[in-house]
């Protein structure tokens, strides 16, 4: 079986051919020729050192950025224009970070809810679906309080559900767990792979630690800024 | 409601900050909406002066200042015939000091004169005025700061004069002012022979046009205009009115300047922020239509607050009885429009610069900003 389709089920959701990104005008290669790909449903653990590149690699995946060479199809379309990245970012992937990225003055509710109004969902039908994530990642007694009440789990848990609001195919994960003690991180990621079978997302997640990567259905190294994973035709 | 609560948020965050841009504004708003409405009411008090009981006015062509108007007596009496005029007045302005007054305007007037005439006199008979070359007629807060009386003798200028009369008028200069008999103002300003101006009213208001060309072509070096036009024309008038919108604008402008150093420092402080509103799908039009909005926010209320504190500034300048009849507080709604336009054109303008910037904050790069 080509590895490539391993846990997963059905079409390619993501294709990166030839990536390659610096900075520094050049100075600093980051990513070399990057191929990689991912199917519906299925979870993509990338490991390897720190600077190899795997942020950099979810950054482009998403359309944070943009590669200075190589191409990138998300679903089947290729990243483009500016107005497709809003679109990919409203609708099509999710980010979660090692820092939960909440907007502290808000409540959680409030910071669930910006994607929605982003992507000009309507208050009802996006209420409903916090309500239904909320119940799902164990916060909806705490809908109504401040980012600053909670702790850092429940933080994490939050940036997950706002990463789902709007229901993305791709979640892409730099790190999730990287600020949580032990116990906590085993609850998040036990959480987030539950999360992403329910939800039927395909889960791109860069990670340091090695068991929380095992327990994905791929396990991509990346060195130097090289991927090397066979690509289907 | 999520789009209102981020607006709010920073400006909560930063209640300081906000409130000193919305003081800036506000004390904007209330110097442009004081200075503008003052000399507007000045104005108003000046071109009432003039239209009182008529509705032309005539004065020599080319003059910078209507004190520097010579039209000659012969001008006077000739136009004064004409069957299509009612009455012409000829009206001479003068500017004289006395102790501790250095501007006192004199107004050389005939005893026709509606001013006189038709005058709410206090003390004194209307009958003995320009009976004597010395006497002469005060407002009534002419006669409040000479600490004048009916009989009394007053030193104006170089020369003594008998007040033979105090009136009362709402137009603060004619309050303020002295009322002299043509001829000993003419003596007393060497201005012999000569008015400022002479103030016509017709017997048909129709005749406007006629008259005009008959003076146009008796009198090439005088110029007959309407109320209305003089007031729009008058050199003098439009200097006083650009000062004001200038002083004003001026004002505004360094509102508008404490609005942008509020909304670089507010988007410099939350690139981290911005950025993860653009991760979760905000488009640069959100993103600016946010500082946008928050800037707008400040405006509205620095141009409310400072209209409560201009009104409320006008009506205390009013009720000082030094400045009795010089300020008119008439509140004009285009007058506000305008302000309160001016004021968020201004905040919105300050917010161009940090709203391009926040537009541009790359999401990638602002998410490893600390």
């Known amino acids: 079986m080509n590895p490539l389709f391993k846990g997963g089920r059905g079409d390619l959701v993501l294709r990166a051919e030839a990536v390659c990104k610096s900075y520094d005008e050049g100075m600093i290669a980051v990513l070399k020729g990057v191929d990689f790909a991912a199917v519906e449903r299925q979870t993509v653990a990338l490991c390897g050192p720190s600077g190899c590149g795997k942020s950099t690699l979810l950054h482009l995946l998403g359309g944070l950025d943009q590669p200075d060479r190589g191409r990138i199809w998300v679903n089947g379309r290729e990243i483009g224009g500016q107005r497709d990245l809003v679109r990919l970012l409203r609708h099509e992937v999710g980010f979660v970070f090692q820092l939960h990225n909440l907007i502290p003055d808000l409540t959680l509710e409030e910071n669930c809810l910006i994607p929605t109004f982003a992507a000009g969902i309507d208050r009802r039908t996006a209420q409903a679906r916090l309500r239904q994530l909320a119940e799902a990642t164990g916060l909806s007694h705490r809908l109504g309080h401040s980012i600053q009440r909670l702790s850092g789990g429940e933080r994490q848990r939050t940036a997950l559900c706002r990463a789902l609001m709007n229901k993305p195919r791709i979640l892409l994960a730099d790190e999730p767990t990287g600020s949580l003690d032990e116990y906590t991180s085993a609850i998040v990621f036990d959480l987030l792979l539950d999360l992403v079978a329910t939800e039927g997302v395909t889960l791109i997640m860069a990670t340091h630690d090695r068991s929380l990567a095992e327990r994905c259905d791929r396990l991509v190294e990346m060195h130097d800024g090289r991927v090397n994973e066979p690509i289907p035709a | 409601m999520i789009f209102l609560r981020l607006i709010l948020t920073n400006l909560r965050r930063h209640r300081v900050r906000s409130f000193i841009s919305v003081a800036g504004i506000a004390f904007s708003v209330a110097a442009m909406l004081t200075v503008v409405t003052i000399l507007q009411g000045a104005i108003g008090m000046f071109s009432g002066i003039l239209s009182s009981d008529s509705q032309i006015i005539v004065f020599e062509r080319n003059v910078s200042d209507l004190f520097f108007s010579n039209v000659p007596a012969a001008a006077v009496e000739q136009i004064s015939r004409w069957p299509m005029v009612l009455h012409a007045d000829p009206v001479l302005f003068g500017i004289v000091s006395s102790s501790d007054h250095p501007i006192i305007t004199c107004f050389g007037v005939t005893p026709e004169d509606a001013r006189i005439s038709h005058a709410d006199w206090i003390s004194g008979n209307r009958r003995d005025f320009a009976q004597h070359p010395d006497d002469v007629v005060l407002g009534e807060r002419a006669a409040e700061f000479l600490a004048a009386a009916l009989g009394s003798k007053v030193q104006i200028g170089h020369a003594t004069f008998h007040v033979i009369g105090i009136l009362k008028t709402a137009n603060g200069f004619e309050d303020g002012g002295v009322f002299m008999p043509l001829a000993a103002a ?76 509020t909304m670089i420092m507010s988007v410099f402080t939350r690139i981290r922020e911005i950025a993860i509103l653009r991760v979760n799908g905000f488009s640069h039009f959100q993103v600016g239509s946010m500082i946008f909005g928050e800037s707008a926010l400040v405006s509205v209320f620095g141009a409310m607050a400072g209209l409560t504190i201009g009104t409320s500034f006008l009506f205390v300048l009013k009720l000082v009885p030094a400045l009795h009849g010089y300020v008119d507080v008439t509140m004009q709604p285009f007058l506000m429009l305008i302000v309160i336009f001016l004021a968020v054109l201004t905040g919105v303008a300050g917010a161009f610069y940090p709203t391009i910037y926040a537009m541009r904050v790359r999401a990638v790069e602002a998410l490893r900003f600390e």
């Open chain 2, 186 to 261: 003419q003596d007393f300003f060497h201005k012999d022979g000569v008015s400022s101006v002479i103030t016509i009213k017709l017997r048909n208001s129709e005749d406007v046009s006629a008259l005009k060309s008959r003076i146009k072509a008796a009198f090439p070096n005088l110029i007959a205009l309407e109320d209305s036009e003089f007031n729009q024309s008058y050199s003098q008038f439009r200097i006083l009115k650009a000062t004001a919108w200038a002083v004003g604008g001026c004002g505004l402008l360094l509102g508008g300047l404490g609005v942008a150093n």
